[in-house]
């Protein structure tokens, strides 16, 4: 009995400490009159690579699957109802791939012969439908060579899964010649999984090829340009950098399929249609019609980066295959083509129009130079192999263009012996960026906000290229965006802030996914046919990359950075465009805190504004059903003389930010 008392008495003070302990106000402190270091434009970037779908089917608009008819199966995405393989289809028709060897980069096209016209259609699936909005605008453009005037008519419809029509236009084919056609049609509801139907008046053969289809209300409204909703998200975050096209779809799987710029850029037509390294990365996630267009190429990459403010940062292979699957090494003494096609990409973004790729540039639209500062050398790659390749193109990028900055990597991990080993060497080299990619737990996360406290102030500075805090692990289907994983990122991120002497760039990875055609998970942005929304972990990088001010300044507790003592994080700085201080605060502790933040050294007006995300649970997401389930609210903040109390609520989120008088 005496036992138990003592044990109850020892509870209830237990309970009473950490009742206290909860109602103790931690104060910070911050200095607001002393810059530590300049914070880089490019602190908050964004990072594209055409997986889940992002490209094709994502962010560049076409609506029809496989236009040219140049996947490895050439009628992949093209269903022919009322024709039967084994028949001569005297009441339909039936459509025949044409393979033309001479012409390299678009040699197939499609020869389709009408039996009868009341029975024969032809339907392309779209990228898992096509997303069509009630009243909006459509324009549909393709090849034809009607030969000796056999077809009066094409038809073009839109139709759902109950073949209702949704809309329908015409062309009248001309020419025994190819010739490029054009109309515009309006559809007439809204419809997630509309198809486009094909039909014909008139019997005989007729050729096609390129059979494309836009919405008319794109971005910036660029005819056959990009989804105005994927772009707008980017561009609302004001982004530091786009980097692109990758990610492993720069090295392929082997050297073979590795992404080539050159194929890229040019006339839409002549882009070569090539296999997406991700359509069978993952035997769970397989996507064996998943291609590239190249529709969204270098030259629309650049664009996009100018269009959304942002710097363009392209990143080249090495001579490398991913070194997950085949590891293909070029010889280094055949290496030359892949060192002139960085210096002909420099030239391309660069150059006059007195040169040969800056002519090129100017012909697709763009005469002023795109002003490129950076370029990618390989990515993820790792060991001697890479540090071999890459003395080769610093030298040789160096001695042409000796202002453009060079990214290195440090391989897929952000320790291990081959980082180790990488960093290192790069270390010798007096390499200007090492490009670090972390995969790992939210609670790394949280673990990791003192990562670069002690990284060498005069080393080569850090690009965290890619890097999500993962639910369950990396590369696993199951991952989710959860509220605890965007907010354990914020954690991370107050210590890229605090280190922006050492971090000059960060983006999260991959930044997009559809809904039904997607490979990797977490991904920023989510995306159907219809809609796009931003995820946890998008708000927090929103938030982060449109407060990310000027200038770094120390934040405090009894001397020391707030690096997770007592659940809490924090990062201050000062915007000296908005003459604003701006401190973030991230609580990760499942009871809410009091905090003081005591601001020495300026003047600050009383009236300020405080951000907050907050969410109740861990597992929490955004998602088209809510999509703005977890974002900011905002709020007015009075400053107490120069203290700013704030109570912070548990799991959260929360920028403060006050006028410099």
Known sequence: MKHNLISKITLCGLLFTGLFANAQKTTLEVDVAKTVTKIQPTMFGLFFEDINFAADGGLYAEMVKNRSFE????LMGWEQPNTKRLSLNKQSGYATPITILENKTNPNFCRVLVNDDKGYAIINEGFRGMGVKKDAKYNLSLKAANYEGAIKKIIIQFIDKDKKVLGE??????????????????ATQTEAKANLKITFEGTGTIDLDMISLFPEDTWKNRKNGLRKDLVQLLYDMKPGFLRFPGGCIVEGRTLADRYQWKNSVGAIENRKTMI????MEFPKKQAPDYFQSFGLGFFEYFQLSEDIGAAALPVLSCGMACQYNTGELTPIDELDPYVQDALDLIEFANGSEATPWGKLRSDMGHPKPFNLKYIGVGNEQWGPDYIERYKVFEKAIKAKYP???????????????????GMQELKKLNAELVDEHYYKSPQWFRDNATRYDNYDRKGPK???????AQSTTAGNTYNTNTWECAFSEAAFMTGLERNAEVVHLTSYAPLMAHEEAWQWSPDMIWFNN????GS????????FALNKGTDLLNITKEGKPLTGQNNLYASAVKDANTKEIIVKLVNTAATPQEVSVDLKGSKLESKGTAIT?????LTDENSFAAPVKISPTTSEYKLKGDKAPMSLPAYSVTVLKLKLK
Not at 71 to 74: Q, V
Not at 169 to 186: A, C, E, G, R
Not at 462 to 468: R, S
Request: proline share 6%; hydrophobic share 35%; glycine share 6%.
């Open 462 to 468: 850090v690009f965290a290229g890619e890097y999500a």
């Open 536 to 543: 946890a972990n998008y708000q927090v990088q929103k938030l």
């Open 403 to 421: 202002k453009i900055i060079i990214v290195s990597g440090s391989g897929p991990s952000p320790d291990g012996e081959y980082f180790e080993y």
């Open 169 to 186: 236009t015409s062309i009248i084919p001309t020419s025994n010649d190819w010739k490029s056609y054009s109309t515009q049609f309006t």
């Open 71 to 74: 996947f490895e199966k050439p």
């Open 276 to 279: 997406n390294r991700w359509n």
């Open 613 to 617: 995300l907050v969410s109740a649970n």
């Open 530 to 533: 219809l809609e796009a929304y």
